[in-house]
């Protein structure tokens, strides 16, 4: 029992913290990234807000519809 116990203990026991160790340390690399920038293109009589983050037909200053037609740069 005694040996047993040894090889557990001298063995398996640092793998299994060192495993845990490893899985708890990724949890401080996820981080929130807000690059949220706006931008339109004004093409003839249209006018279209977007976005890096994947918004189309957004327009972030009113939060609405941001495809106007007609509209242009005007």
Same mark, same amino acid.
């Given at each position: 029992?005694?040996?047993?116990?040894?090889?557990?203990?001298?063995?398996?026991?640092?793998?299994?913290?060192?495993?845990?160790? /490893?899985?708890?340390?990724?949890?401080?690399?996820?981080?929130?990234?807000?690059?949220?920038?706006? /931008?339109?293109?004004?093409?003839?009589?249209?006018?279209?807000?977007?976005?890096?983050?994947?918004?189309?037909?957004?327009?972030?200053?009113?939060?609405?519809?941001?495809?106007?037609?007609?509209?242009?740069?005007?």
């Amino acid at each position: 029992m005694s040996k047993r116990l040894t090889i557990l203990t001298f063995c398996i026991l640092p793998f299994v913290l060192l495993l845990f160790l /490893a899985a708890r340390g990724n949890d401080d690399i996820r981080k929130v990234n807000v690059n949220d920038d706006y /931008a339109y293109i004004a093409i003839n009589q249209c006018f279209m807000w977007v976005s890096n983050n994947g918004d189309g037909s957004h327009d972030p200053r009113t939060d609405g519809s941001g495809f106007y037609w007609p509209g242009g740069e005007n």
